[in-house]
C-alpha cells in the first residue's frame, strides 16, 4: 500500500512551486497497517477489471473511499521490495499461473 498526502491547496501528487518540481509526501505501508475499507474496495476494484496485476488509485475522505481509477500497467517504486522482499517473485508466479 503506498500512501500519498497530498496538501490541501492541490490535488496533484506533483507540482510546480516557484518554478520547482515539487512532490507531494509519499510513504508505503505495510498492507496489514492499511485500513480495512481501503483494501476492500481497492481489491474490489481490481476484482472487476480482471486477474491480472493493477495498481488502484482511491481517495478517501472522512471514511468515505472512493475509486479514481484501475491502472493495468502499474508502477512498483515506493519501497514495496522493502516492505515485502518477495514481492516480485509472487508477482510472476501468480502471473504465471494464469
Known sequence: VCK???PDTTFKIQDSVNG????????SIPAEQA??????TGIAAA???????????LKTNN?????????DNPS???GED?????????????????
Open 4 to 6: 500519498y498526502t497530498i
Open 20 to 27: 520547482h518540481l515539487v512532490y507531494c509526501k509519499v510513504e
Open 35 to 40: 485500513p480495512g475499507r481501503v483494501l476492500e
Open 47 to 57: 476484482n472487476a477489471i480482471g486477474t491480472g496485476l493493477y495498481g488502484v488509485d
Open 63 to 71: 471514511g468515505d473511499c472512493t475509486v479514481i481509477e484501475v491502472n
Open 76 to 78: 512498483l517504486e515506493g
Open 82 to 98: 522493502d516492505l515485502y522482499p518477495d514481492v516480485y517473485r509472487t508477482i510472476i508466479s501468480r502471473l504465471l499461473e494464469q
